[in-house]
């Protein structure tokens, strides 16, 4: 029989929305009608380009927002029995902090460098939040810090070093590691795969993967066969060549299974390396937002996408990557842009948030755009789009943890081959750095 904890939503977010007053009384709005629930064992992957709102949504999730910020909308944050419902917009800062962050909502930030505490190593960070969010004590500490550190791929022999003396990838995943400590219900990954190799992005995903659900991501992915135009395009970390972390050595380290395999003949009969690599219960989520599709391909469940603050789609990654694809006409031109797709990058810009336009924000830059697209679509059957296609008739997935097959079918590479599909990390327009404009909202909480 199913557990109510297993039915119920770790995460519902309702009308969620996100405004900045401004000098002058001008507001930017961030994110606008936010509305998606995150189920046991279920990965969603928020993608869209910088400056969409991602970020700030997960920052309103956590009470992490500027003072200026006003937000809107509800989001319940469920979890395993026995733990109280709790309402995180309005949630007290003592709430937050004392009760959320880390033990029931675990972050992984869009900045780990500024994340972490610059004058401890990443030893003292690992063994304090060990210490913190589990019953673990010495002189079992060591080794639980030591357990936690390479479920994110961070070498050990780092673990000694400061914040500043690790490179952006390394500092990634000191965060990340930090992040699973907690085996929080709800994880929120921002941007976690940010400055890693190919091998390293597929560990990382697949460990925060585990992290929500005992299935493995999928079966190891078969050793490349390289492809120039593809190898040409991986991003390096500069660490990984030299750092001792697992997904560094040769052989199926991308794969969680061989991994697996090595941690535990590593670990041995630990008790604390257990404790902190436990395997996990169902009633767990993953929120990762990312611009990475390659990534949010291979683990997660459902895409929800992002343009100008609002969530324009929102549907099954089968359907999303494979056939019949995304149904929206700014997310069908974001696979286009990708190297192994078309290559065809989406004309024009983002609106500013303070600059959105009347009705449709994508419209400037929509070649199906008409009259009608001068009223605000609302997001009906997954799609906010006037003219989209009806939702093609999909087999129901058996359950969370059945995600999206590897790679198109015109792809020219596998997901291990293929050049790192990010979206444009411009920082333009649609940055909500921008001040200009007023915009009329429903009532915002102070
Ligand atoms: S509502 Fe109109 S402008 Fe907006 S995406 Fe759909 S067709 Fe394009």
Redesign the pocket.
């Known amino acids: 029989m199913t557990r109510p904890d297993e039915q119920s939503p770790v995460l519902a977010v309702t009308g969620l929305s996100v405004r900045f007053r401004m000098r002058g009384g001008q507001y930017i709005a961030a994110v606008s009608d936010a509305t998606f629930e995150l189920r046991p064992g279920e990965c969603l992957a928020l993608v869209g380009e910088s400056g969409c709102g991602k970020s700030v949504l997960a920052s309103a999730l956590l009470g992490l927002l500027p003072g200026n910020a006003e937000t809107a909308g509800t989001a319940h944050l469920g979890g395993p029995a026995g733990t109280e419902p709790v309402e995180l917009l309005t949630a007290g800062e003592q709430v937050l902090s004392r009760t959320i962050r880390g033990r029931r909502v675990g972050l992984i930030p869009q900045s780990p460098a500024a994340h972490l505490t610059p004058v401890r190593t990443v030893r003292a960070q690992l063994e304090e939040t060990v210490r913190e969010l589990t019953r673990i004590r010495r002189p079992r500490l060591r080794r639980a810090a030591e357990t936690a550190a390479e479920r994110a791929a961070f070498p050990a022999d780092h673990l000694d070093r400061y914040p500043h003396q690790l490179s952006g990838g390394l500092a990634q995943r000191a965060a990340t590691a930090l992040a699973l400590v907690g085996d929080a219900a709800l994880l929120l990954a921002d941007e976690p795969t940010t400055g890693l190799d190919r091998d390293l992005v597929e560990h990382t995903v697949d460990e925060l993967r585990r992290h929500i659900s005992p299935t493995p991501a999928r079966a190891p992915t078969p050793a490349p066969v390289q492809d120039p135009a593809c190898a040409s395009n991986a991003a390096p970390d500069a660490d990984a060549a030299t750092a001792a972390g697992p997904a560094t050595s040769p052989g199926p380290a991308a794969g969680t299974g061989a991994r697996d395999t090595a941690m535990s003949s590593d670990r041995g009969a630990d008790p604390a390396a257990d404790t902190v690599s436990r395997p996990v219960p169902q009633a767990r989520a993953l929120l990762m937002i990312t611009h990475d599709l390659a990534a949010a391909q291979r683990v997660a469940d459902r895409v929800a996408v992002m343009y100008a603050g609002r969530i324009?789609e929102l549907s099954d990654a089968r359907d999303f990557f494979g056939a019949p694809g995304p149904r929206?006409?700014?997310a069908r031109r974001l696979l286009d842009a990708l190297p192994e797709r078309s290559f065809t990058p989406i004309a024009g810009m983002p609106p500013e948030l303070g600059h959105l336009p009347p009705?449709?924000?994508?419209?400037p830059r929509?070649d199906?755009?008409?009259d009608?697209?001068a009223t605000l679509?609302t997001l009906t059957d997954g799609v906010?789009?006037?003219?989209?296609p009806p939702p093609a008739y999909r087999a129901p997935l058996a359950g969370p943890g059945q995600r999206a097959e590897a790679g198109p079918a015109s792809a020219p590479c596998s997901v291990a081959d293929k050049p790192r599909a990010t979206l444009p990390d411009d920082g333009g327009p649609g940055t909500i750095a921008s001040d200009s404009g007023p915009r009329t909202n429903e009532a915002h909480h102070a």
């Open positions: 324009v929206h006409p700014y009705g449709c924000s994508f419209a929509c199906q755009a008409n009608q697209c679509p906010a789009c006037h003219h989209a």
